[in-house]
């Protein structure tokens, strides 16, 4: 969409847009408005993509970094419809605003990439533009489910409601996350992830409301669940035998992060390394990192 810069001096504004994976994701019922209500604990990662956007440029998207593929760079990308949603609220003009994405977050993973970028956009212009909280927070909403929890700070939080209703909670304390990133992914796999659970009973909230309450601590791979881990094995083509092996190969339960195909673990400090090295020679990227404090 974008090929070349103006060469006006252009302004620019930084930011970094974190990871997710959900420690506990409970699908509760099917809402009137096709949505689904959900009560889930998320949790920010060091992992992050770079941010930029800048002014007196031509107008646009551009995505580079190694996890550039699957990121739509037209104007369809989240962070560049939230810019123009949130330009529409303040007034203000996309015609000379481009946004640039350096991907470390693989796309469409269920680790909240998209979603993360948007929300780093809408703080940097809703600062620029002097959007009040309330507005961010709104603009969020519109763009997606996800956004919300970026928003409002990261770190631990449960999200209830369709996922804008967001709660922060203790940060957990500094620990790493092991990531298994599939080399494929589905098309429309939220809208098909969701509606495959219509099938199966929802669950009842009762998890997040144990880890809401739970002791400060480590978290460890036994107080992790996702209700899509019952339809996960079904959508994804090779995911079952990926699992399968690397649970095998470490002795510890392997999740499914957010509506997946993206595989983690989490735990202390000592298995990393050796959790890490379980991946290699799998069809899977991995990537080792660490939960993040709210901001
Ligand atoms: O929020 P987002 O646009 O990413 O969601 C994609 C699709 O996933 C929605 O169109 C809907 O079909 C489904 N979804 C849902 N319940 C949610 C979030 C998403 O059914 N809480």
Known sequence: MRSKRCAT????????????????????????????????????LELAD??????????????????????????SNLAWRAAEILAARCGAAVDDLA??????????????????????????????????????????????????FFVAGGGTARARGRGEDVTPLPDVPRQPVVLFVPESTIERKTARMFAALDRVPFDDGSVSEAFARRAPGLVTPAEIHNGFERVAFDLFPGLAALWEELESRTGEAIHLAGAGPTLFWVGGDSAAAAIAQAGAGLSCAVIRTTTRSRR
Request: glycine share 14%; net charge negative; proline share 4%.
């Open 9 to 44: 001096v252009a302004e620019h504004l930084r930011g970094i847009a974190p990871a997710k994976v959900n420690f506990v994701l409970e699908v509760t019922g099917l809402r009137r408005d096709g949505y689904h209500e959900i009560d889930t604990i998320l949790q920010a």
């Open 99 to 148: 946004i640039t994405l350096h991907k470390r977050i693989p796309a469409a993973g269920g680790l909240g990439g998209g979603a993360s970028d948007a929300a780093t956009v809408l703080q940097l212009l809703g600062r620029h533009w002097g959007a009040s909280s309330e507005v961010i927070a709104e603009v969020a909403n519109a763009v997606g489910s996800d956004p919300a």
């Open 50 to 75: 770079d941010v930029v956007v800048e002014f007196g440029a031509l107008p646009g998207v551009s995505v580079d970094g190694r996890f550039a593929a699957g990121t739509p760079a037209d104007e």
